[in-house]
């Protein structure tokens, strides 16, 4: 995180202005491993970024979840749905198919 906001050629101090929220909790954003997406798209859109998630399966072309974040506010019954059936099969298919070994 550290270094995707000193590439943007910020400050944590100007990140914490577009999270609103203090340095310090910027800080420990910086150091911590593991988030909600939310806060990770949050994060990088306040150094001016976009979240794209994609999915890499064995055998099979990338699935993007790109809809994913939209899915964070009031989302459409169908469009949950669709996203979710995407995800669920991908996790199927890991879960059920071949033994994949990570290059």
């Known amino acids: 995180m550290q270094e995707l906001r000193k590439e943007a050629g910020l400050t944590q101090a100007s990140v914490s202005e577009g999270l609103d929220m203090p340095q310090s909790n ?46 964070m506010g009031n989302p459409k019954p169908e469009k949950v749905t669709a996203k979710f059936n995407d995800i669920v099969e991908a996790l199927e298919f890991v879960s059920f198919g071949s033994v994949y070994e990570h290059q």
């Open 26 to 71: 910027v800080s420990r954003l910086e150091k911590g491993s593991d988030m909600l997406l939310s806060t990770l798209r949050s994060y990088v859109e306040a150094v001016g970024g976009k979240l794209n998630l994609t999915v890499e399966l064995p055998n099979k072309p990338p699935i993007s979840l790109a809809g994913l974040g939209d899915l």
